[in-house]
């Protein structure tokens, strides 16, 4: 299958001419926006925006939003693609969610957070999130955890007419000795 290059141009722009995406679903907590901006004053931008060129050659963002807001007075790196409106839908759809789907490799991830310091205590707190999801992780997937059992049990579901229904058929298998629970599912 032959991959096709989409990348037109790298063009350094001011950011505040950017045209955000108006189909830009994602929202930017104020944690995150912190830790941007100590990313950003720590080490600047190390990767480009992607947008697309639109008819009046104005720049619509498909990735980058919260960069060029961010930094509107900035000159940044952008990467324009040669793609159609609905292929930019495609790529502000999938564009990030493919890379959450990668799993961390625990022991490279621990051995990063232990040597890699930064002076914002924003991204500190970044950090110390991902380390605590690594311990946690870690936890869950040991080997040497003890096995929950779970005992045998032989359950009944009845079906009821209506909650009148359901009240009575409880009231009476209680009246007779067993351990009754009341469910209902929508």
């Known amino acids: ?21 108006p189909r830009n679903w994602r929202m930017h907590p104020a944690a995150q926006r912190d830790a941007l901006r100590g990313l950003l004053a720590e080490v600047g931008y190390a990767g480009a925006l992607l947008a697309r060129e639109l008819e009046d050659g104005s720049l619509q963002l498909i990735d980058g939003h919260l960069r060029a807001e961010t930094t509107p007075d ?18 502000l759809l999938t564009h990030d969610s493919v890379a959450a789907l990668a799993e961390p490799d625990h022991e490279q991830l621990a051995a990063l957070l232990a040597d890699v310091e930064f002076i914002s205590p924003e991204v500190e707190e970044l950090l110390a999130g ?7 992780t870690e936890e869950r997937l040991a080997p040497d955890r003890e096995e929950v ?6 359950q009944v579901v009845v079906e ?12 009476r298998m ?9 469910l209902t599912l929508s």
């Open 1 to 21: 299958m032959p991959i096709r290059d989409r990348i037109r141009e790298l063009r350094r722009v001011p950011a505040r001419e950017l045209q955000p995406n």
């Open 74 to 91: 900035a000159i940044v790196p952008v990467l324009v693609l040669d793609v159609s409106a609905a292929e930019a839908d495609k790529i």
């Open 130 to 136: 991902l380390t605590r999801l690594a311990a946690e």
């Open 149 to 154: 059992v779970i005992p045998e049990s032989w």
């Open 160 to 171: 009821c007419r209506d909650e009148v229904n359901q009240r009575e058929i409880f009231e």
């Open 174 to 182: 209680r009246g007779e000795g067993y351990r009754c629970r009341v």
